[in-house]
C-alpha cells in the first residue's frame, strides 16, 4: 500500500495530515493563518484560508515542478541585408508562436505569480527532430509557414529558430496564495473542492477544481495540471439556485447543495468539457429535513441532513450519476469525505472526533460500522492513552493489587528523595511501603476504597503527559504553592490522581513547576504512606512510580485535544485490504520502544554478556554429551523414491497438432550421495497404442507458464527443445492445478542442479512479455573463448512478482520497474507468487500489484454516401480488431490477458497515440495498413481510433515499491567482481520523460535515499550508467545525448552533449557497458558506438550490427545479450529470443556471431549484474562448423508463427 495521507482541520484553524503508515497527526507548521476547510489530491492540498482566499500546498518531490516557455525567431532575405528582421506585410510577427498568429516577444513572458521562479535565461533549441541543426540554431523554408529543413537551400528565403526559458515552482510544500484574476474579481469563498483527476480519457496530471462563493455562486479553475499546479483563471458557472457547498470525485461526479437542502448534479463532463454542461435536480433523503452535506467518490454519494442523519445513495456510477436512491446509515455526523477506493470518513456530531467507515469493499460501497480514529497529535500525548499503551508493552494490566517490587537503583532512590523532600509536590511511592503499611495498625479499615495501582513500565511518559498538561484547578484544601494558570482553559468535571514524575534534570519546587490534580482523600493517604518510606528505600524502574487509573470516559477539554472541524480524503489511497495503525495506538512502537528501555535498566551490559557466556557454554556441553554416544554409527542417508501421477493435457508434437488427455507423472528419487533427481513420464495414445514420453529433471531448462482464457498450461523447455523452438505443453484443469505442479517441477528441478535460496549477485535477469520474471545462475565459462557454454543450456527460475522490466548490478542491487511505471527494489527473497513452501522464503516477501492497459481498435472506412461507416471491403481488417487487424477484437468478447487480471475500468477512448489524434480519437489513413495521422485530408478512405481498459494484478514477490515518482526506465552503474564502490550511481527516467539520480543507494539500502533532478530540454525514454560512470540517454525525438563530468563527487555531471544519430533512423534504447555502447533504434536495427574512449567518450560514428532486435544489454565485461525477433525454428519463426553475442574480446568488441538461448515470449533481458571474469583457454580458433555462419536474427522468410509458447 502506497503511504499516503489524510488531512483535517480543527475548530482552530489548524492543519493536521495523517499518514497511513503513521500514529499521530502531523501539524502543517508552514501554515502563517488560520483554515476553514481543505481540500486534498495525492499531489497537492487546496485550503480556504479564514481571509476568504484559496492557498495551494504542493507536496515537496524530488521531482520538480517545470514549465518551459517558448518562442519562434522569424526572419526573412532579402538581396541587400540577407537574412534580417525586415518581414512583408503579410508575414508573421518577428517573434511568435509556432503557428505564426500570436505575438511573442521575449520581454512578454512574466511569471504568473511569486510562487514561480526562472531557471535561467533564453536560450536557443539546437535540436531540430532528433538531429543537431548548426550553431546558431535556424531551420530554412522556402517560405511562411512550410515544411522547415536544417541545412540551407538555394531557394530558402525565410528562416526561423526556437527559443526556449523554463520557469520553476518553487513554493512546495508551504501555504501559497492563488493570485485573483485581473479582470473581475470572485466573491470570498466558503467552500472547495478538487478532483476529477480519473476523468475518462482526461491527461495525466490534471485536476479539476470547484469553489462556492458566499454569495452562493460556483467557480471552475482552468487550466490545473502537473506543469501549472496554480492553474490559469476562475470561470463562474451558471447555476439554478444559490449553492451552499460542493463535492468532486476523482472521476466525472459533481453533487452540490442548494440553501433549500436540495441537490444538484452536473452532467456533461468529459475530457472535451471538464466542467460539464447542465445541472439536474435531486430531492433531499428526508422530505421535511434539508441536505447540508454532500461528499462524492468515484461511485459513491454520501450526505448528510440538517439533523445530522447519514444517507448514502445507491445507483451511482458514471452513466447515471444522479443514482436511484436513499438509504438511511447508522450514525449521526457533521459532514463526510470520500477517500480514493470510495472509502469514507466522518466528523461525530456527538465528539467532534474523525471516524473511519470499515468494511467498505467494491461489491458493499456502504460499509459496515463506524471506527473512532484515536491517535494523538503532533506536540501531545494524551494521559489515558499513554498509560494503556505502556502497560499492555510489558505484559501488564490494571489491577487492584500491589506488585512485588524488583532491585532498585540509586538515581532512582535519588529522585525519589527529590520528590519527597520538594513542598507540595506529589511523592512518587514504590510499592514496597505500600506493601508494608497494608500490614500497620494505623491503616485505614478494610472498607474503605483501596486505589487500583497498575504495575508501571515506564516513567518517561508520565514526565511528558506532566510537562503537557497545563495547570488545572486544586481543591481548596490543599494549597499549593503558587503557580502560573491559563484562564482560557476549562476545568474537568472529574478529576482523579494521576502519575507525576520529574525528570532528574527538574529541581523540586523550582519556578513553573506543572501542577496536577490531585483528589484530597487519596492525596492524603498517599502522604501517610509516602512518609514510612525510609530515605535509603531502592526502587526498581520498573515499580518506582504509583499509577491511579484515570477517569477514560472523561472527555478532553477544548484547548488540550481541539475539535475537528473539516477532514479531506482526496490523497488517502486506503482499501478493505490496508492495515492501519490508527486504531490501536495502544500498542504502538514508541510505547514498546519505552518499555524495553525501562526494563533493561536494571541488567547491566556486563551481566548480559556473562549471561550469554553461560548459556553459550552450557548447550556446548550439552550437545558434546548427546553426541559422543553416537559416533560410531554411519551417518543416515535418505534413499527413497516417490512418484506423483496426474491426468493433464498435452499439446501434440505430430500433426495434427491438437489438445489431447494424457496421464502426467513425475518420479522423483534420492542417490546414494544425498542427490535428487527425476524423470517427467507423459503417457498417451497414437492410433490406439500406448506410447510415453520422458524428460529428465536435470534437462529441463525452464518452466513457463502460459495463461489464457482457454487453457491453464504451462511449457517444459529443453536444450533440444530450446533449438527447435517447440516446447512440451501441458495444460491442467485449474489455475490451481497448474500452480501446484509448477512449484513442485520448480522445486525438483533447482534439487537436481543444487540451486537453492535466493539469486547470486551475478544473475541474469529477464522478463517475459507476460510479465514473469526469471533468473539464470551463469557459469564461469558462459563467456569463455572459443568454446562459452551454449545458451540454450541455461537453466532459469521463476521468480515471484510481475515487472515490465529489471535492471542489476554485481553488488546485488535489482530494480525493476511495472507495467503502471511503479518502481520496485528487490528485497533478497525468493519465491512468492505460486512458489509457496520449500520453493519460497518466509521473509521479504510482499504483496506486488501492476495495472496495465489493453488495446483494441476501432476501424472505418469511407464511403461517397455515408461518409465514414463500419461496413469495409471483403479485403478489409475486422471492424473490431487488435493492432495488426488480423484478430477480431470487440468489446464484450476481449478478455483481460489472463485470469489473474481484473478489469478496474470501463473502455475508453485513447488520445495518447504516439502518432497523435483529432477531437474524437481518430486516425486517418490512404488505405489498411499504412501511417496513420491525427488530420484528415482527402487522401485518407480508412481510420481508427484506440480504445483501452484498464486491468490490475494482484501478487507476491520479493519486492518492495519506491513510491512516489513512476518510472518508464532505469539504469544501475555494472561494478566489476572487485568493485569498492560503496554508494552506486543510479540514474532513471521518469515517466513524464524527466531525467533522474537516484542517492544513496547501496547494498544495504538499495531502494537508496532520495531523487536528483537532472535538467533537460526535453524529455527523454532511455538511459544507461557504464562501468566508468558514463551515461548515454535517448530523447524521446529519438536523438542521443552524453552526459560530461559524471563522477562520485559530481553524480549528476554537468551538461548534455548532443549525440548525431544513425542516418534516417530514430534511437529508441541504449546501453552502455564497460567500454562498449550499444543503441536500438526504431526500426529494430542495432548499431554499434566506434570510437569510443577514455579521450573521446562521445565516439566518432554509428555501426550497423544486425536487425530485427527488440532490446539490448551490455555487461560489466562488454558481454552483449539481446531480444531477438523472427529467429527461425523447427516449426515456426520464433519472437521474442534471449540471444548472446559470442566473440566479444577487447580487440574484438563487436563479436561476430550470435547463440540462441530461450525463446520466444521474452521482452527483456539484463547482463549488468555478470562480472564474473572468464577462464582463459589457449586453443585453436573457432571453426565455421561449429557455429554457423552469420547466426543472427536477421531477415529471413516471413512464415506463419504457430509454436511459440508464449506470443508477444
Known amino acids: ?269 468529459g475530457r472535451d468539457c471538464p466542467k460539464g454542461s447542465s445541472w439536474t435536480l435531486v430531492d433531499s433523503p428526508s422530505p ?186 486544586i481543591s481548596k484544601e490543599v494549597q499549593p504553592p503558587p503557580a502560573p494558570v491559563s484562564e482560557e482553559e476549562p476545568v474537568p468535571s472529574e478529576v482523579t490522581l494521576t502519575e507525576v514524575a520529574l525528570s532528574p534534570s527538574q529541581p523540586s519546587g523550582a519556578p513553573g513547576s506543572q501542577w496536577s490534580n490531585v483528589d484530597l482523600e487519596e492525596r492524603q493517604s498517599l502522604q501517610t504512606q509516602g512518609s514510612l518510606v525510609p530515605e535509603s528505600a531502592d526502587t526498581c524502574s520498573l515499580s518506582s512510580v504509583v499509577t491511579y487509573t484515570l477517569a477514560m470516559e472523561d472527555p478532553y477539554t477544548s484547548e488540550e485535544h481541539p475539535l475537528w472541524a473539516w477532514v479531506s480524503a482526496g490523497a488517502c489511497n486506503v482499501d478493505c485490504h490496508s492495515q492501519l495503525n490508527w486504531f490501536n495506538c495502544s500498542l504502538n512502537t514508541s510505547s514498546l520502544a519505552q518499555s524495553v528501555q525501562s526494563m533493561s535498566l536494571s541488567v547491566t551490559p556486563a551481566q548480559t554478556a556473562a549471561w550469554r557466556k553461560q548459556i553459550f557454554e552450557q548447550l556446548n556441553e550439552r550437545t558434546k554429551r548427546e553426541l559422543d554416544n553416537f559416533r560410531h554409527y554411519d551417518q543416515a542417508v535418505e534413499q527413497s523414491v516417490w512418484v506423483k501421477k496426474g491426468t493433464m493435457q498435452w499439446w501434440r508434437d505430430m500433426k495434427p497438432h491438437k489438445w489431447i488427455d494424457v496421464q502426467f507423472a513425475l518420479e522423483q528419487f534420492s542417490g546414494p550421495d544425498g542427490n535428487k533427481d527425476g524423470i517427467l513420464f507423459i503417457y498417451y495414445s497414437f492410433y490406439e497404442e500406448k506410447k510415453y514420453l520422458h524428460v529428465f529433471i536435470n534437462e529441463v531448462t525452464i518452466l513457463v507458464p502460459v495463461l489464457n482464457d482457454s487453457k491453464h498450461s504451462f511449457a517444459v523447455y529443453t536444450p533440444e527443445r530450446t533449438k527447435q523452438r517447440w516446447p512440451i505443453r501441458l495444460a491442467a484443469a485449474t489455475e490451481l492445478e497448474m500452480h501446484d505442479w509448477l512449484a513442485l517441477l520448480s522445486v525438483s528441478c533447482c534439487d537436481s542442479r543444487r540451486i537453492h535460496g535466493p539469486p547470486s549477485k551475478q544473475a541474469i535477469w529477464s522478463i517475459t512479455c507476460k510479465g514473469d520474471i526469471f533468473v539464470s545462475e551463469p557459469s564461469p565459462a558462459l563467456e569463455a573463448m572459443p568454446y562459452p557454454t551454449p545458451c540454450d543450456q541455461m537453466f532459469w527460475r521463476q521468480i515471484g512478482g510481475h515487472l515490465r522490466t529489471v535492471e542489476c548490478n554485481s553488488v546485488g542491487i535489482v530494480w525493476g520497474i511495472g507495467y503502471d511505471h511503479t518502481a520496485w527494489a528487490y528485497t533478497g527473497g525468493y519465491g512468492g507468487g505460486f512458489l509457496q513452501g520449500l520453493a519460497s522464503s518466509t521473509d521479504n516477501i510482499y504483496t506486488q500489484t501492476d495495472v496495465k492497459n489493453v488495446f483494441i481498435y476501432e476501424n472505418q472506412r469511407w464511403n461517397p454516401v455515408t461518409g465514414y461507416t463500419s461496413r469495409g471491403l471483403p479485403t478489409d481488417r475486422y471492424m473490431w480488431s487488435d493492432a495488426s487487424g488480423l484478430h477480431e477484437c470487440t468489446k464484450t468478447n476481449t478478455k483481460p490477458p489472463s485470469p489473474q487480471w481484473t478489469w478496474v475500468s470501463d473502455w475508453a477512448i485513447d488520445y495518447s497515440v504516439s502518432e497523435g489524434t483529432d477531437k474524437e480519437g481518430w486516425q486517418y489513413a490512404s488505405d489498411f495498413p499504412t501511417s496513420y495521422h491525427g488530420y484528415k485530408t482527402m487522401k485518407d478512405f480508412v481510420r481508427r481510433r484506440r480504445w483501452a481498459r484498464k486491468c490490475k494484478l494482484t501478487t507476491t514477490g520479493p519486492w518492495q515499491e519506491i513510491p512516489p515518482i513512476t518510472l518508464s526506465d532505469v539504469s544501475i552503474l555494472p561494478c566489476s567482481a572487485q568493485s569498492s564502490v560503496e554508494v552506486v550511481p543510479l540514474w532513471a527516467i521518469s515517466n513524464k520523460g524527466d531525467v533522474l539520480c537516484r542517492l544513496g543507494v547501496t547494498a544495504l539500502t538499495p531502494a537508496g535515499s532520495s531523487w536528483l533532478h537532472v535538467g533537460t530540454d526535453q524529455p527523454f525514454k532511455s538511459v544507461s550508467i557504464g562501468a566508468v560512470s558514463q551515461v548515454w540517454a535517448i530523447a524521446r525525438d529519438g536523438s542521443a545525448f552524453y552526459r560530461g563530468a559524471v563522477s562520485s563527487e559530481n553524480p549528476a555531471g554537468d551538461s548534455w552533449y548532443h549525440i548525431p544519430s544513425p542516418a534516417k533512423q530514430k534511437l529508441k534504447q541504449v546501453s552502455v557497458g564497460r567500454t562498449s555502447v550499444y543503441a536500438v533504434d526504431g526500426n529494430g536495427n542495432l548499431w554499434y558506438r566506434q570510437g569510443v574512449a577514455p579521450s573521446y567518450p562521445q565516439g566518432s560514428f554509428w555501426e550497423h550490427i544486425s536487425n530485427n532486435v527488440r532490446k539490448v544489454s551490455v555487461g560489466p565485461l562488454d558481454q552483449v545479450w539481446i531480444i531477438a525477433d523472427k529467429v527461425q525454428g523447427s516449426h515456426s519463426l520464433s519472437c521474442g529470443t534471449v540471444c548472446h553475442r559470442l566473440g566479444v574480446q577487447p580487440t574484438e568488441p563487436k563479436g561476430h556471431t550470435w547463440d540462441y538461448g530461450i525463446g520466444g515470449g521474452w521482452d527483456h533481458v539484463t547482463v549488468r549484474g555478470n562480472a564474473m571474469d572468464p577462464p582463459r583457454f589457449h586453443l585453436p580458433p573457432v571453426t565455421s562448423t561449429q ?16 509454436g511459440n509458447a508464449m506470443s508477444c
Open 1 to 269: 500500500m502506497p503511504v499516503s495521507l489524510l488531512w483535517a482541520v480543527d475548530v482552530h484553524g489548524r492543519v493536521y495530515s495523517l499518514s497511513t503508515v503513521g500514529q499521530q497527526w502531523e501539524q502543517c507548521h508552514n501554515a502563517q493563518m488560520e483554515f476553514k476547510r481543505v481540500t486534498a489530491a495525492q499531489q497537492c492540498c487546496w485550503g480556504i484560508a479564514c481571509d476568504n482566499s484559496i492557498y495551494l500546498n504542493v507536496h515537496a518531490s524530488d521531482l520538480p515542478v517545470r514549465y518551459q516557455e517558448e518562442t519562434y525567431e522569424n526572419q526573412r532575405w532579402n538581396p541587400v541585408d540577407g537574412f534580417s528582421e525586415r518581414l512583408l506585410p503579410s508575414d508573421r510577427w518577428q517573434w511568435s508562436d509556432v503557428s505564426g498568429l500570436e505575438h511573442q516577444p521575449l520581454d512578454s513572458f512574466q511569471l504568473p505569480s511569486s510562487s514561480w521562479e526562472w531557471e535561467g535565461d533564453w536560450f536557443v533549441d539546437e535540436n531540430f527532430e532528433g538531429e543537431p541543426t548548426e550553431r546558431q540554431g535556424w531551420t530554412y523554408s522556402i517560405d511562411f509557414p512550410a515544411n522547415y529543413t536544417k541545412d540551407k537551400k538555394w531557394n530558402s528565403c525565410v528562416r526561423r529558430r526556437h527559443w526556449l526559458r523554463y520557469r520553476r515552482y518553487k513554493a512546495m510544500d508551504m501555504w501559497a496564495k492563488i493570485p485573483s484574476q485581473q479582470t473581475t474579481l470572485p466573491d470570498p469563498f466558503n467552500d472547495i473542492s478538487c478532483g476529477g483527476w480519473d476523468i475518462i480519457e482526461e491527461p495525466r496530471g490534471r485536476l479539476s477544481l470547484w469553489a462556492v462563493s458566499l454569495q452562493g455562486k460556483v467557480w471552475f479553475r482552468e487550466g490545473i495540471y502537473h506543469h501549472n499546479p496554480e492553474g490559469s483563471s476562475w470561470e463562474e458557472v451558471q447555476l439554478p439556485g444559490e449553492v451552499v457547498q460542493i463535492s468532486c470525485g476523482p472521476g466525472d461526479l459533481v453533487w452540490a447543495v442548494l440553501w433549500e437542502g436540495q441537490f444538484i448534479v452536473r452532467e456533461g463532463i
Open 288 to 473: 421535511d429535513v434539508g441536505a447540508i452535506h454532500v461528499a462524492v467518490g468515484a461511485n459513491v454519494v454520501w450526505a448528510v441532513t440538517k439533523d445530522n442523519k447519514v444517507w448514502f445513495r445507491r445507483g451511482v456510477n458514471s452513466h447515471n450519476p444522479c443514482g436511484s436512491g436513499w438509504i438511511h446509515m447508522v450514525g449521526e455526523m457533521l459532514m463526510v469525505n470520500i477517500g480514493l477506493n470510495d472509502q469514507v470518513w466522518g466528523i461525530s456530531a456527538e465528539d467532534r472526533a474523525v471516524y473511519f467507515r470499515q468494511g467498505v469493499t467494491p461489491t458493499e460501497l456502504s460499509g459496515k460500522t463506524w471506527k473512532t480514529i484515536s491517535v494523538p497529535r503532533e506536540g501531545e500525548r494524551s494521559h489515558s492513552s499513554a498509560s494503556a499503551s505502556s502497560l499492555p508493552s510489558a505484559g501488564c494490566f490494571f489491577s487492584g493489587e500491589v506488585r512485588a517490587p524488583s532491585v532498585a537503583s540509586e538515581a532512582e532512590s535519588d529522585l525519589d528523595r527529590a520528590l519527597t523532600e520538594g513542598p507540595g509536590l506529589v511523592s512518587s511511592v514504590s510499592p514496597e511501603s505500600l506493601v508494608e503499611s497494608s500490614t500497620n495498625p494505623s491503616d485505614p479499615p478494610p472498607d474503605t476504597p483501596k486505589p487500583r495501582i497498575p504495575k508501571v513500565t515506564s516513567d518517561s511518559f508520565i514526565s511528558e503527559l506532566v510537562s503537557d498538561r497545563e495547570p488545572l484547578k
Open 1187 to 1202: 557455429f554457423s555462419a552469420n547466426r543472427s536474427p536477421g531477415p529471413v522468410r516471413s512464415t506463419e508463427v504457430n
